[in-house]
């Protein structure tokens, strides 16, 4: 990762990096270091750069370094970005400030835990179960493009949780599925192939599901793939919507759920 | 560490209760929050018109007075708000296909908007004619 | 969790904002400058709502936004803090939209 003569200067750019080891002490603090400006430089480079040459104790996530993985969530001035699509030129030369996602617990420097989300989406049971089992020998599943574009923008989610840390919802009460799960919820939902909408409404179309969302829309702004999980929500709310006054106005109608 | 099968202590965050002051979508989106105390306050001074349509000389006067007239006008600009916001946000619900492709968002709106003028018109022409 | 019965809740709140949103803006700019700006006299106004029509008109601005206005203000109280009151305020707020609805249907239908 070294970058080439050309583009390095003696230009420094400083981060401040939110520090915290539980086993030196209870409270979290923020460590400042200076680091080469390269203008093709991401974040994560420069952060790379602190564990590599001053400082190899800075603990954090990353992995494909090119915005498909979702590992290297962190805010960077307050917003929620992935640090390896945040570049450094856009923030140079003032200090950037790096932290932990927020709304999470933190583990360990800017390391959070995560099994709330990974819990949320066996929750909302987010793979495909078919409407019907069919062996290999009998083939493929059908589905026309018309049907595979309805569901599309929603399988883009790489489940950086970067719109978790957007949400004042999910900040407020930790017990909100959250936009991720939900859109994920809508993928399976939508696609064709998949017949468990009406189970998956007893995690999403409850209390903790969709109906603690108010729109405030910042999840869809931070998403890095355009997944648009606020839209996501409110289709589902629409949904849950006509189910309902499906099964208030025709209660004898033993019909499941339907994805409209 | 993960041999002694202890966990260390996590750091939780607190979340503000001024969180809505800290960034400028929140903000906006507090304000268009809000917006439905005028939308009630409004609904509600229908409502007290409606008490007195039995009452033509107390009807009148509450037209008139100046404090119900700047309390409106005060009101006026935030049910634009939430107008505006509504109108913007009808792309979201409202999903149209046209085969493998999305009706633009910006169509959607857009007919939501003229729909919306044009009900004004028709609204201000039934009481001024 | 089970499905919930917000739905119902959702929708007074969906069909109050595009009442409010489509009708409030011009209905205000009237009950503010009509009588001012002499637009329309304070007395023809008053015949022009005792008609049937107008008398739904209103109804339906009575009740529809009242109800938009207690599914909001239900969850923005708690959004700015008024988490104490999270056992209180459906009751308050969705009552307050009922009993205001009630009274328009007394005032516009059955008097």
């Known amino acids: 990762m070294a970058a080439s003569d050309s583009t390095r200067s003696d230009k420094m750019v400083a981060l401040e990096v939110f520090r915290y080891r539980p086993e030196e002490g209870e409270e979290p603090f923020f460590q400042r270091y200076e680091v080469p400006y390269v203008d093709d430089w991401v974040v994560l480079d420069a952060l790379n750069h602190i564990k590599n040459e001053i400082d190899g104790t800075l603990t954090y996530r990353w992995s494909c370094r090119m915005g498909v993985c979702g590992s290297c969530g962190m805010m960077v001035n307050g917003d929620p970005k992935l640090t390896c699509a945040a570049f450094v030129r856009d923030y140079y030369p003032a200090t950037i400030r790096v932290e932990p996602l927020n709304y999470f617990p933190v583990i360990r420097d800017l390391v959070i835990n995560m099994d709330d989300f990974l819990d949320k989406l066996t929750e909302v049971k987010a793979w495909l179960v078919p409407k019907e089992e069919k062996p290999v020998s009998e083939g493929e599943y059908l589905q026309t493009p018309a049907e595979l574009a309805k569901y599309k923008q929603f399988s883009m989610c790489i489940n950086c949780m970067l719109c978790y840390s957007a949400c004042p919802v999910y900040g407020q009460h930790p017990d909100f599925i959250g936009p991720a799960a939900i859109a994920l919820a809508q993928r399976y939902n939508m696609d064709s192939r998949d017949d468990a909408t009406d189970e998956r409404g007893e995690a999403i179309f409850s209390h903790e599901g969709i109906w603690e969302c108010t729109f405030v829309g910042e999840c869809s702004q931070v998403c890095p793939k355009n997944v648009d999980p606020a839209g996501a929500i409110q289709q589902a709310k629409v949904t849950a919507t006509k189910d309902w006054y499906r099964s208030v106005l025709v209660p004898w109608g033993k019909k499941k759920a339907k994805t409209t | ?129 | 969790m089970a499905k919930s019965n917000e739905p119902i809740w959702w929708s007074l709140f969906s069909a109050g904002g595009v009442v409010a949103a489509f009708f409030f803006p011009v209905t205000i700019l009237i009950t503010a400058c009509g009588l001012s700006f002499g637009w329309i006299s304070g007395e023809d106004l008053h015949k022009l709502l005792q008609h049937p029509l107008s008398r739904l008109y209103l109804l339906i601005l009575i009740s529809m936004p009242l109800f938009h206005w207690a599914h909001r203000f239900r969850y923005v109280a708690m959004d700015l803090g008024l988490k104490s009151l999270s056992s209180v305020l459906p009751f308050v707020c969705y009552g307050t939209a009922i009993a205001g609805s009630g009274m328009a249907v007394f005032y516009l239908v059955w008097l």
């Open chain 2, 1 to 129: 560490m993960t041999t002694e099968g202890t966990k260390s202590k996590e750091y939780i965050r607190p979340m503000p209760s001024n969180w809505w002051l800290k960034r400028r979508s929140y903000f906006l989106f507090m304000v268009r929050e809000l917006t439905c105390v005028f939308v009630g306050g409004y609904a509600l001074f229908l409502l007290v018109l409606a008490s007195r349509l039995g009452d033509a000389v107390g009807f009148v006067a509450l037209l008139k007075n100046p404090l119900v007239v700047v309390l409106q006008l005060i009101a006026l600009p935030m049910v634009l708000y939430h107008t505006v916001t509504w109108l913007n946000l009808t792309p979201k619900v409202l999903v149209v296909w046209r085969g493998e492709t999305r009706v633009s968002p910006i169509l959607i709106a857009g007919v939501h908007y003229l729909a919306w003028l044009a009900v004004s018109v028709v609204v201000l022409w039934i009481v001024l004619m």
